[in-house]
């Protein structure tokens, strides 16, 4: 199922709408045209603006330490509770006609829905760090340069998950689907950058 992620969306308030399955330690979250994203479930709020398919899983690794690469994600089913047992009804005559299959669902979210007390919103200048990975992809700055911007704000964002949002930030064609890059001045992105300047 397609879903979008508000803007302002915390981990925690994924998680609420969402559920993770028991013994899921991944997502798994695709977009169409883009390859597949895979991190741990602490990173879900990453996902803030962006639209596409979420899955749980786990995740065996080939090798050991920061180096091990992904082999294989298996994907775990939310448990749900059985349907109670009831008489089948008899078929309508007439039809219901239903949405198209690749219209996202639009989740709404409260705001600090489901988020504990103290926990940090990762925001650059009030904007989610997606929309700043895409207002900074938009204004050319490289993966290595944005990181350290993020890390400077003592956000981390992996380094799939950065790539991808500036990818979107370079491309206008995709902000419609996964979201505007943050709404930066000229002025404020030069700060940004003159902050992490090596």
């Not at 981390?156 to 370079?170: C, D, I, T, W």
């Not at 995709?174 to 300047?197: C, F, M, N, Y």
């Amino acid at each position: 199922m397609n879903i979008t992620i508000p803007s302002n969306a915390t981990t925690a308030s994924i998680k609420t709408i969402h559920p993770v399955p028991r013994g899921a330690s991944h997502f798994k979250f695709t977009t169409p045209g883009r390859k597949p994203v895979i991190d741990t479930i602490k990173n879900l709020d990453t996902l803030a603006g962006c639209s596409g398919k979420l899955e749980y899983g786990k995740v065996e690794f080939e090798g050991c330490g920061r180096h091990a690469k992904i082999k294989e994600f298996t994907t775990l089913a939310v448990a749900s509770a059985p349907e109670p047992e009831s008489t089948p009804l008899p078929m309508p005559t007439v039809l219901a006609v239903s949405a198209p299959e690749s219209e996202p669902e639009q989740l709404t979210i409260p705001k600090a829905a489901g988020r504990p007390k103290g926990e940090k919103l990762n925001r650059i200048h009030g904007f989610s760090a997606c929309a700043v990975a895409k207002a900074l992809g938009k204004a050319g700055v490289k993966h290595e340069e944005a990181d350290r911007i993020f890390r400077a704000h003592a956000i981390e964002m992996p380094k799939a998950s950065l790539s991808v949002q500036l990818g979107f930030g370079r491309n206008a064609e995709t902000w419609e689907r996964h979201g505007k890059p943050a709404d930066l001045s000229d002025a404020q992105i030069a700060e940004l950058r003159s902050g992490v300047a090596q």
